[in-house]
């Protein structure tokens, strides 16, 4: 099976480094030089890791063949893909991966139905699963312990527990209409 683990950036310096976004948990397992990733589109690859190192919070890698600024530059917004098997599991018992999770059902705590995963959306602050709902509809769910309390691969569902106003519109929303204030609506004009 293969699972996007990274989106290539800018170029970094002139020495064919470029900066990527990390789309995986395990970035020391699917990052680490020596590593050989397909990409998309398909033309820009299979990439080797040559090596990675991070700075001022990035992950900078460099492949092989690779060598200059341009030739950097010309993979920018290239995903990086990875073989994984899929009987393989995450290393921590409560993380994902995405493949695990797609078109599971999601259900509230009192059993309604609320819909069916069809993407993850990874964003700097938390996940989000994207729910297509029985009307064709999307509802976005983060994906943080306060509101999806249980994922069970077994039974194939997602539960959550929404805040009000998630997924319906029964929310309550407070009046934001200020009182008038009093005042004089004759002209303000000078009188001579």
Do not use: C, W
């Amino acid at each position: 099976m293969q699972l996007v683990v990274a989106r290539i950036g800018r170029a970094h310096g002139i020495k064919g480094e470029v900066t990527v976004e990390v789309r995986t948990d395990e970035p020391e397992l699917r990052l680490a030089p020596g590593a050989v990733l397909a990409t998309d589109p398909a033309s820009a690859g299979p990439l080797t890791i040559e090596t990675g190192r991070v700075h001022s919070g990035r992950l900078l890698l460099r492949f092989e063949g690779v060598g200059d600024r341009n030739a950097a530059e010309a993979l920018r917004n290239t995903l990086l893909i990875a073989e994984v098997d899929p009987d393989e599991l995450p290393e921590e018992e409560d993380e994902y991966y995405d493949h695990q999770l797609i078109d599971l059902d999601v259900v509230t705590e009192d059993g309604e139905t609320v819909g069916r995963i069809s993407e993850i959306s990874h964003l700097p602050s938390q996940d989000l699963f994207i729910v297509e709902r029985p009307d064709g509809t999307e509802v976005m769910i983060p994906f943080v312990a306060e509101i999806v309390t249980e994922i069970d691969l077994e039974e194939q569902r997602a539960v959550v527990a929404p805040p009000p106003g998630l997924i319906d519109d029964r929310a309550e929303i407070a009046s934001s209409e200020a009182p008038q204030a009093a005042g004089d609506s004759g002209n303000s004009g000078d009188e001579s």
